[in-house]
């Protein structure tokens, strides 16, 4: 009779992949950076931690310094940091060593060479780093050490077997400590599936959500005991849920999802972007949409840029059943922190997925997804990032993420490119974390304060996100990406309130368009909106010179009488 009831993930159940007990994310993935994190971030912490185990559970608490190296772990556990800290140095010593060589090696080329031939440095690359790497030169003759992160992920340096995923009751979104600097400890009522995550069975886990199954079935698919199968049910639902249907008329459906993450649906298709999906507590907390409120089948999924708030883990594995086509910003595979987000999707077991450089694009029906520069927020890093832009019929929508408006005249040529973008997404993280936050661990050198101070990882302020509306015709925004929902902040640790500069920069930039004559909004938690239909009359903003537009391209005008139509809106 048991046999007969159906179980699905319940909405409280968080499904956390983990690699060696750390929350995954881009930089624990690919073999090179994840042995520099190991290294440079994740050794130097638990270290600390031992150290002095109260100071850093104070440290890790204080609001001004979440987001900063401290262990949130109670010290009463520290004999589980000292095994795992142990058993770390064990089981990667390989990565350690991959870690050292890349390092050192690239610190003597950058002393030795100056020009002169590379060919005689090849004898003397460290025994880790052979076969995986060329030595080149950039135009200044700055010696370059090029990785070769395909035959990296085929390896001894790639270790699958130390993926898993935890499974756990989340009781209420502050219960989820920082990602990057707290290893995840086994609860009591938590169950951790060793799994790697390209396994099919990850897909069969997460399919519950739409197939349920019986109780035996889900048991003998993650390996647990009769001794666990409370902690299993605990995580389980027989409530019957149902996914809505696809939107198949003609107008534009926006389905928003907290952050970065809307759902665009018209005539049927659906495009996601920058998946990150909270799961809603037990005990309650902002209202949200979740994985039951996405349709069956999600046509695309878009990631602008690797990090973790845009490229995340957690959502992307859950969702992978449902994607049809995956698209990633193209890597240049010159520096090594340019992490190829193609190589490692598909390493991670995604069926579709395609790298897209500038005004390359996928065909719609009626439509496509064309990907587009984006400036700023990677502290000027060379690592891959894209915004695109989604035509559905007659309408434009910008996917902008974090773009800051570094160059005015790349907007005034994507318009030139594409034509009037009617409506934009964009946030206004005006601050942003100092250079080292993200991508310290990568550097073979310590960089200089001051570097690390002015190379922020920021997008654009209210005044910059203005003139990318105005230079692309405009007519409507609606301010995103502000890490104002709860279940990102284990991500960004940013506490933002409505005296933090990125949300007063958001609250200009919405008066400031609408004093303009556009439509504004910011958005958070949930939200659900049909965009209006263009009028008849365009653009709501022209470029003020003529050198903007040389000829080519759209016409500005659909009516004949352009001059009165310029003089009425040139701003």
Same mark, same amino acid.
């Given at each position: 009779m048991g046999e007969k009831l159906r179980h699905r993930l319940a909405d409280s159940t968080v499904v956390e992949p983990l690699v060696n007990?750390?929350?995954?994310?881009? +930089?624990? #993935?690919?073999p090179l950076p994840a042995s520099l994190h190991l290294l440079n971030f994740q050794l130097l912490a638990l270290s600390s931690y031992l150290e002095d185990p109260p100071a850093h559970v104070?440290?890790?608490?204080d609001p001004d310094l979440i987001g900063g190296p401290f262990v949130d772990i109670p010290a009463e556990r520290a004999d589980q940091i000292k095994d795992l800290l142990a058993t770390t140095r064990e089981r990667r010593r390989l990565n350690i060593e991959l870690a050292k060589a890349a390092t050192d090696?690239?610190?003597?080329?950058?002393?030795?060479?100056?020009?002169?031939?590379?060919?005689?440095?090849? +004898?003397? #690359?460290?025994?880790?780093?052979?076969?995986y790497v060329e030595l080149t030169y950039d135009y200044y003759n700055h010696p370059i050490v090029r990785f070769f992160e395909s035959l990296l992920y085929e390896s001894k340096y790639y270790q699958k077997d130390l993926q898993s995923l935890r499974l756990w009751r989340l009781p209420h979104d502050s219960a989820r400590t920082f990602f990057m600097s707290t290893p995840r400890l086994l609860e009591e009522q938590q169950i951790d599936w060793r799994v790697s995550f390209d396994r099919a069975q990850v897909d069969e886990l997460f399919k519950l959500e739409s197939q349920p199954r019986p109780l035996g079935y889900i048991k003998d698919l993650l390996g647990i005991s009769e001794r666990d199968e409370g902690k299993l049910t605990s995580l389980l639902s027989t409530a019957p849920e149902r996914l809505p249907e696809k939107q198949r008329d003609d107008s534009i459906h926006i389905r928003y999802f907290g952050h970065a993450c809307i759902l665009?649906?018209?005539?049927?298709?659906?495009?996601?972007?920058?998946p990150f999906i909270g799961v809603t507590p037990a005990q309650g907390g902002m209202e949200r949409y979740s994985y039951k409120d996405l349709p069956r089948q999600i046509d695309f999924v878009l990631v602008t840029h690797s990090h973790q708030d845009h490229f995340a883990l957690e959502t992307l594995l859950r969702l992978r059943h449902r994607i049809g086509h995956l698209l990633v910003p193209k890597s240049s595979g010159l520096l090594y922190g340019d992490i190829s987000l193609k190589l490692m999707t598909r390493k991670l077991g995604f069926p579709q997925v395609s790298e897209l450089d500038a005004l390359e694009s996928i065909a719609l029906s009626d439509g496509e997804i064309v990907a587009v520069p984006f400036l700023g927020e990677h502290g000027d890093l060379a690592h891959g990032k894209t915004a695109y832009v989604v035509r559905a019929g007659k309408e434009q929508i910008l996917v902008g993420a974090d773009s800051d408006c570094l160059d005015r005249q790349l907007y005034v040529n994507i318009r030139q490119a594409l034509g009037t973008i009617g409506t934009v997404f964009l946030g206004t993280e005006s601050v942003g974390a100092p250079l080292s936050w993200g991508c310290g661990p990568l550097f073979p050198r310590k960089p200089h304060h001051l570097h690390e101070q002015t190379r922020r990882y920021h997008g654009s302020n209210a005044e910059r996100a203005l003139e990318i509306l105005k230079t692309v015709g405009a007519k409507r925004v609606y301010a995103y990406a502000l890490g104002l929902e709860p279940w990102v902040e284990h991500l960004l640790g940013l506490g933002l309130t409505v005296d933090s500069p990125q949300y007063i920069e958001s609250e200009k930039l919405l008066a400031g368009w609408r004093n303009l004559g556009g439509a504004s909004e910011r958005l958070c938690g949930k939200a659900d909106f049909v965009l209006p239909h263009t009028s008849a009359i365009e653009p709501f903003f022209i470029p003020t010179s003529a050198v903007d537009f040389p000829g080519k391209?759209?016409?500005l005008f659909d009516s004949d009488d352009s001059t009165d139509a310029q003089d009425q809106f040139v701003f």
């Open positions: 007990q750390w929350s995954a994310w881009a +930089q624990l #993935i690919s104070r440290a890790s608490r090696f690239q610190n003597w080329l950058a002393d030795e060479a100056h020009g002169q031939s590379l060919e005689p440095y090849y +004898q003397m #690359i460290p025994e880790p780093l052979r076969g665009i649906e018209w005539k049927g298709t659906t495009i996601l972007s920058d391209g759209e016409p």
